[in-house]
């Protein structure tokens, strides 16, 4: 029954609030229960302060809205939640508050005091806020019950960034009766309609981890509807509320000392201490209206506080793909999205200018990018692998813009150009589409165009010479050629409660390449049938159940078939201990440098768990006959993945993994390849803003031992200060004077010093 409630309660709830949430009975109180549909809630504008202190005793909450028709979301189907959850909703001339109560037993409840965004298994309350209603994306925040956030951006097209960071305030206790959390979000953080009436889709979530994982949700949803925020409730009555001026300062100082062998070969070669460097950098950003940001960074600093995690890369023949955590560009970052990377954005390496305008007017969204980059990563892809050289300076600009059309469609262009400082260029125009056919169909797709005008450096790629594409009429040295390519991607889309499926068409020029996304080969068609169901039995150990199945055709321009492959999977989540499993079986043949593999498969599993808030584990395991890529040869593989969570106190966590992959000749049983990683991350929080952490790695493949220890001190994701160090060790071998190795031994290659202080004064 679909039905749109309005609930505005007002009154004298006064400093008895907190009293009467945790004198109230945890059984769900409310008479008649039945899911809610798309609900609604009207609110008003509150005269009282509201300090975000955890408490909810504040004045401020007299007026404040309340609703405590939560239904079960997941894994239930829109059932009746075990325990009662309430949620409170006011405004003021700056913020948004939110505060939730959630009734529980407080000595099950799992809570982590770390850094922000870093927990993931904890309860938590979730604030869902789509400020123009129209799906196309939407902030997440999420509290703990010890106040600490985490955030991200959705949006239609990429899904959630889990790198995005925006400021706001929380706070959270633990009571005799559960736990209650505040939440207060300055209208100067959001992007919201140039109106002065704000009617916003919004949805209140509470995640509750035990033998299964629950999710209680406002609004109730339709398993059969494919669009996820079109289903959330909507609050109504907020009212003449601007972003304020919404000018923001951020200067940074970043210094950093290194120290290395002059010869990193030679262990014995002098170990040199270089001179300390300190740079100094400025951002800006200024809200032109509530839909309209201008962000400017002077010699921004682009550095990471931590470095990525390795990648097993021992049969890898393409540059990796790395996530992107940089602030700079957090800010309208769903904009920039599309179904080809197109903006990759970790291909502005070191830039010395960087500009940016984001905006969304009405149904209008559109993004405008330009760097200086001083040193240019330039991506050349071939039909099998891919290079990267340093092309030196060069300037960057992307151009975004998007409009929604019809019932939660979308049509876009991309304009993206690199000039490099040596008069070489490319040039990339892109449009796409994502139409929404009905409630469980959809279809979306984007067309490329690409030009390249090469410089005249060939220097830069001596190695390629002799070396050419596009049936020989083009070389891959830099000797000013002039090209275009093309690049195309279809799918067709069903998503409901129980059949889904996705079929996927793209396809890739060999004259084809991007110096501002990822795409690293070409000269390939591809076509994927990808189909699953879901069963959800009832009354058993198992929660869910789904089966899936694909089939996968690829060919070059040549109509060559390079790839045949298919492959069944079996998906199954417990309701013990949160554990799931899954288990697969796929068989393919491949053409690769011109030599059949016939016959290769490979048997997968995994088993995942958290049988308590001090403990989780993920458990991989690969066994089959794959292609040595670098050998050109068959060979028995065995991959493992393995990483544990550990907590032993609510404040320390301790993260090790372990990644293995080996291959052996199928014929001579002879070692192809073999690579490691071992890594174990430890970090210590003393309270919300200070934490110490230690990243131990070893790399078996590069016979590298790396360890980094930092501290931190975060005031907030722009405000903070941090110190620490990298420390790089190496194997080296040991020789005789007559050159006879004796043996092997350990010294340190390098290490650096390194510190940032960074301040956001925000008007």
């Keep these: 029954?679909?039905?749109?409630?309005?609930?505005?309660?007002?009154?004298?709830?006064?400093?008895?609030?907190?009293?009467?949430?945790?004198?109230?009975?945890?059984?769900?109180?409310?008479?008649?229960?039945?899911?809610?549909?798309?609900?609604?809630?009207?609110?008003?504008?509150?005269?009282?302060?509201?300090?975000?202190?955890?408490?909810?005793?504040?004045?401020?909450?007299?007026?404040?809205?309340?609703?405590?028709?939560?239904?079960?979301?997941?894994?239930?189907?829109?059932?009746?939640?075990?325990?009662?959850?309430?949620?409170?909703?006011?405004?003021?001339?700056?913020?948004?508050?939110?505060?939730?109560?959630?009734?529980?037993?407080?000595?099950?409840?799992?809570?982590?005091?770390?850094?922000?965004?870093?927990?993931?298994?904890?309860?938590?309350?979730?604030?869902?806020?789509?400020?123009?209603?129209?799906?196309?994306?939407?902030?997440?925040?999420?509290?703990?019950?010890?106040?600490?956030?985490?955030?991200?951006?959705?949006?239609?097209?990429?899904?959630?960034?889990?790198?995005?960071?925006?400021?706001?305030?929380?706070?959270?206790?633990?009571?005799?009766?559960?736990?209650?959390?505040?939440?207060?979000?300055?209208?100067?953080?959001?992007?919201?309609?140039?109106?002065?009436?704000?009617?916003?889709?919004?949805?209140?979530?509470?995640?509750?981890?035990?033998?299964?994982?629950?999710?209680?949700?406002?609004?109730?949803?339709?398993?059969?509807?494919?669009?996820?925020?079109?289903?959330?409730?909507?609050?109504?009555?907020?009212?003449?509320?601007?972003?304020?001026?919404?000018?923001?300062?951020?200067?940074?100082?970043?210094?950093?000392?290194?120290?290395?062998?002059?010869?990193?070969?030679?262990?014995?070669?002098?170990?040199?201490?270089?001179?300390?460097?300190?740079?100094?950098?400025?951002?800006?950003?200024y809200a032109v209206s509530s839909d309209v940001t201008i962000e400017a960074a002077l010699n921004p600093d682009f550095s990471q506080i931590e470095a990525d995690a390795a990648q097993i890369d021992v049969n890898t023949t393409i540059a990796l793909l790395f996530p992107e955590r940089r602030p700079f560009f957090q800010e309208g970052s769903d904009i920039f999205r599309t179904l080809f990377n197109s903006f990759y954005t970790r291909t502005v390496y070191d830039p010395s200018l960087a500009v940016k305008l984001t905006g969304r007017m009405d149904k209008t969204s559109i993004g405008v990018f330009s760097a200086i980059d001083e040193n240019s990563p330039y991506m050349i892809p071939l039909n099998e692998a891919s290079i990267v050289v340093n092309?030196?300076?060069?300037?960057?600009?992307?151009?975004?813009?998007?409009?929604?059309?019809?019932?939660?469609?979308?049509?876009?262009?991309?304009?993206?150009?690199?000039?490099?400082?040596?008069?070489?260029?490319?040039?990339?125009?892109?449009?796409?589409?994502?139409?929404?056919?009905?409630?469980?169909?959809?279809?979306?797709?984007?067309?490329?165009?690409?030009?390249?005008?090469?410089?005249?450096?060939?220097?830069?790629?001596?190695?390629?010479?002799?070396?050419?594409?596009?049936?020989?009429?083009?070389t891959l040295v830099f000797d000013g050629e002039s090209f275009y390519g093309r690049a195309f991607i279809a799918r067709f889309k069903r998503s409901a409660r129980h059949w889904n499926f996705a079929l996927d068409y793209n396809q890739v020029d060999p004259s084809y390449r991007t110096q501002t996304g990822y795409d690293p080969w070409v000269n390939y068609r591809n076509l994927t049938l990808n189909s699953w169901y879901e069963i959800r039995p009832e009354k058993t150990v198992f929660q869910s159940i789904t089966p899936s199945g694909y089939v996968h055709e690829k060919w070059d321009y040549d109509g060559v078939r390079k790839t045949n492959e298919s492959g069944f999977n079996l998906d199954a989540q417990t309701r013990v201990a949160q554990t799931s499993f899954n288990i697969g079986f796929n068989r393919s043949d491949e053409v690769w440098s011109g030599v059949d593999f016939d016959h290769l498969w490979s048997v997968n599993f995994g088993v995942y768990g958290r049988p308590s808030s001090m403990l989780g584990f993920s458990l991989n395991g690969r066994k089959g006959v794959g292609i040595a890529r670098f050998d050109g040869a068959k060979g028995n593989e065995t991959g493992f993945y393995a990483s544990l969570d550990l907590k032993p106190i609510d404040r320390l966590m301790i993260e090790p993994t372990f990644n293995y992959l080996r291959s052996t000749d199928t014929k001579t049983d002879e070692e192809l390849f073999s690579q490691y990683i071992a890594r174990a991350r430890v970090s210590l929080q003393a309270n919300r803003e200070l934490s110490l952490r230690l990243v131990v790695q070893y790399n078996d493949g590069r016979k590298a031992w790396n360890i980094d220890p930092l501290i931190t001190y975060r005031i907030s994701p722009f405000s903070v200060f941090y110190v620490g160090s990298t420390y790089d060790y190496r194997e080296y071998d040991r020789f005789t004077s007559s050159g006879t190795q004796y043996g092997s031994h350990w010294d340190l290659n390098s290490r650096r010093f390194f510190m940032k202080l960074q301040y956001l004064f925000q008007t």
């Design 1 to 285: 029954m679909r039905q749109q409630v309005s609930i505005v309660v007002m009154g004298c709830l006064g400093l008895t609030v907190a009293g009467m949430m945790l004198g109230a009975d945890p059984v769900l109180a409310t008479k008649n229960w039945e899911p809610v549909f798309n609900p609604k809630l009207t609110i008003e504008r509150t005269s009282e302060a509201i300090s975000i202190d955890g408490s909810l005793d504040d004045a401020g909450w007299r007026t404040a809205s309340r609703t405590d028709m939560f239904v079960e979301r997941y894994p239930g189907d829109m059932t009746k939640p075990d325990v009662k959850t309430e949620a409170y909703v006011t405004y003021d001339d700056d913020h948004l508050y939110v505060a939730f109560f959630c009734h529980d037993d407080p000595d099950a409840i799992r809570a982590t005091m770390c850094q922000r965004d870093q927990f993931g298994s904890d309860d938590a309350v979730v604030l869902l806020i789509d400020t123009y209603g129209d799906a196309s994306w939407a902030y997440e925040f999420f509290v703990n019950p010890y106040g600490v956030q985490k955030d991200r951006l959705w949006s239609s097209v990429g899904g959630e960034d889990s790198g995005f960071d925006l400021i706001w305030q929380s706070a959270a206790q633990i009571t005799d009766s559960g736990y209650q959390v505040e939440i207060a979000v300055p209208f100067a953080s959001m992007r919201f309609p140039n109106q002065d009436v704000q009617n916003w889709k919004i949805d209140f979530w509470r995640n509750r981890p035990r033998e299964s994982f629950k999710q209680y949700s406002w609004a109730a949803y339709d398993r059969n509807e494919q669009c996820w925020p079109c289903q959330w409730g909507t609050v109504e009555g907020i009212s003449d509320v601007r972003p304020g001026k919404g000018l923001e300062i951020m200067p940074a100082l970043v210094a950093s000392q290194h120290s290395g062998l002059v010869d990193s070969r030679n262990p014995d070669s002098h170990f040199a201490d270089h001179v300390g460097d300190g740079e100094l950098s400025l951002g800006a950003k």
């Design 391 to 474: 092309t030196g300076q060069s300037v960057v600009n992307v151009l975004r813009a998007s409009r929604r059309v019809g019932d939660n469609s979308q049509v876009g262009l991309m304009v993206s150009d690199r000039r490099f400082e040596d008069d070489g260029s490319g040039t990339v125009f892109a449009i796409d589409g994502d139409i929404r056919l009905s409630r469980n169909y959809s279809i979306d797709g984007q067309f490329l165009m690409s030009h390249i005008q090469e410089a005249n450096e060939a220097g830069e790629t001596d190695g390629l010479q002799g070396y050419t594409f596009d049936d020989g009429s083009k």
